[in-house]
């Protein structure tokens, strides 16, 4: 059973920067292809990034496709999302997710984290 927990969220100025980070416990993180999502109030859940687990692949959102960056350190059981040139629709609630051997843009991951929230102000 894979325990993740979210960080890094909170309250930024549109154009600014946050690093989301997900700190993974509980498996051997390096089996397991990490996604972000996000969902803002009274809106489904949507896909945002994904990272495979090499790190090597990544697909992105087109919504998000060139501002945010995911990344993951193995070493340390740990999957970022560098958020820059942040706008207010980017306000959500963002959750992490984990599966072994899922790697696509929908909800069919195993194991989701419990979520931290990023609001942008205008």
């Known amino acids: 059973q894979v325990q993740l927990v979210e960080s890094g969220g909170g309250l930024v100025q549109a154009g600014g920067s946050l690093r989301l980070s997900c700190a993974a416990s509980?498996?051997?993180?390096?089996?397991?292809?990490m996604a972000w999502f996000r969902q803002a109030p009274g809106k489904e859940r949507e896909f945002a990034a994904v990272?495979?687990?090499?790190?090597?692949?990544?697909s992105y959102a087109d919504s998000v496709k060139g501002r945010f960056t995911v990344s993951r350190d193995n070493a340390k059981n740990t999957v970022y999302l560098q958020m820059n040139s942040l706008k207010p629709e980017d306000t959500a609630v963002y959750y992490c997710?984990?599966?072994?051997?899922?790697?696509?843009?929908?909800?069919?991951?195993?194991?989701w984290g419990q979520g931290t929230q990023v609001t942008v102000a205008s």
């Open positions: 997710a984990a599966d072994h051997n899922y790697y696509g843009l929908g909800k069919e991951y195993a194991y």
């Open positions: 509980g498996g051997t993180f390096s089996y397991y292809n």
């Open positions: 990272i495979d687990r090499s790190g090597r692949g990544t």
